[in-house]
Nanobody
Framework: QLQLVESGGGLVQPGGSLRLSCTASGFVFDHYAIYWFRQAPGKEREGVSCISGSGKATDYADSVNGRFTVSRDNAENTVFLQMNPVKFEDTAVYYC??????????????????WGQGTQVTISS
């Protein structure tokens, strides 16, 4: 059964760091790019980052470029999102999603065929 499970969310102060994990099961992990999206209260879902199936290609939204780092361990079927330094505006529910293909492309939710349940990230002093 195909499944994506996020973990690592929590409460952190501005300027701090947080690492999210997305652990997958039920499919050949390195055949698919994995995306991170986030949704803040009252806002539309926003694409954050992508990593290709091989892990050799990554992409970031302008809002997180230079602060977030995406990586993956294909032996462990896990993708990570290192967030550092975090800002107030990073507060959101973060979701990982499986892309239909092995490469990164546009951040369109319709191109994802499976989603995790989300993990809450709250930035507060």
């Amino acid at each position: 059964q195909l499944q994506l499970v996020e973990s690592g969310g929590g409460l952190v102060q501005p300027g701090g760091s947080l690492r999210l994990s997305c652990t997958a099961s039920g499919f050949v992990f390195d055949h698919y790019a994995i995306y991170w999206f986030r949704q803040a209260p009252g806002k539309e879902r926003e694409g954050v980052s992508c990593i290709s199936g091989s892990g050799k290609a990554t992409d970031y939204a302008d809002s997180v470029n230079g602060r977030f780092t995406v990586s993956r361990d294909n032996a462990e079927n896990t993708v990570f999102l290192q967030m550092n330094p975090v800002k107030f505006e990073d507060t959101a529910v973060y979701y990982c999603a499986r892309h239909q293909y092995s490469y990164c492309s546009r951040y369109t939710a319709e191109s994802m065929d499976s989603w995790g349940q989300g993990t809450q990230v709250t930035i507060s002093s």
